[in-house]
């Protein structure tokens, strides 16, 4: 049987670190209050001069490097952003022309903090279907330079982080072997407004506007209290709906990696599905909500630091904007 199994994993974020203390110079907020409602304390933004191209590329060396395989190796890079090194084309491009991968095809693709998942359910079928060998999925996102750093924007920009995670994906034979087992993804865009950034707009008669810009459009908002509610929910759901698919118990899980976007949804799904803490590996502290980027840099960081045994299994569960969610779950090795 075919299956997609992770030859390897790499993760980039930037040196500078911004913590609590650091935001309240720019806007009216605490330490406490953000510790308090979304357990973050510091999160890393890149340096003026580095842009998500630089974080794609470090992340994917490192995967590479992790596999023992180059960029030749390569056949296929799917990257997961909303935060583009340029809307018109990506951030792809850039990174296929950092990387030199001559001639494969690259693609970006926009699911937000569900990014990662879309993706890997993207290459999972390239590579079951033998399209393709080996697929690298990137997932990568610069928030940091279109936040609103005032005090009107403080809801959404004390979360957000800047990261890039990749995993380089190959198809393996082995019955019974390691490898993806099941991906589930989902989406509801009537609720697209509660969590979006309105301008630039291509429905508008001028993409970007001075207006725009004034009225402070051109920054991300949200329902925060909307998303909370539709995230925990939304998360067992499909957390148990791919286990079920997969013929997996929940119970012979041995770690549960969660979309970092506040720590306190992580806690709530945690105790809905009873389960343990030992179980459960978070970053949000360190790294704040990088999206696409959170859930391959946590498995970079679970990976590389004896979190994962061959042979164990791993679920993989977001929630985003979009609305948009998913599951997977993998047999590590
Ligand atoms: N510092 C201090 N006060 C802040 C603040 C900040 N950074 N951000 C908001 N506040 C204030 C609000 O202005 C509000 O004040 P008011 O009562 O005087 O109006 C108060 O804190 C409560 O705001 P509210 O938005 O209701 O707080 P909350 O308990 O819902 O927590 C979030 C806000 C953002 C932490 C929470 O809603 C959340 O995490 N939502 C989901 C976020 C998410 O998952 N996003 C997905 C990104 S992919």
Known sequence: MLRARIAGTGMCVPDRVV?????T???DTTDEWIQQRTGIRERRWVEPGQGPRDLAQGATLAALEDAGLDVSNVDCILLATLSAQHDFPGTSFFLHEAIDAGDIPCIDLRAQCSGFLYALQMADALIVARRYHRVLVVGCEVHSTGLDISTEGRDISVIFGDGAGAVLLEGSEAEDGPGLLEVRVHAEGKHARKLWTESPSSAEPSRLTHEMIDDRRIFPVMDGRFVFKHAVTRMPEVLLETLSAASVKLEDIDLFLFHQANLRINEF?????????????NNIQR???CSAGALPILLAEASRGGRLEPGQ???LTAFGSGFTWGSAVIRWG
Request: a neutral charge; glycine letters at 4%; proline letters at 4%.
């Open 19 to 23: 913590t609590n203390a650091d935001m």
């Open 287 to 289: 790294l704040g909500n």
């Open 313 to 315: 299994l791993v679920s």
């Open 25 to 27: 110079q720019w806007m």
């Open 269 to 281: 799904v945690a105790s809905k599905l009873n389960i343990p803490e030992s179980k459960i590996m």
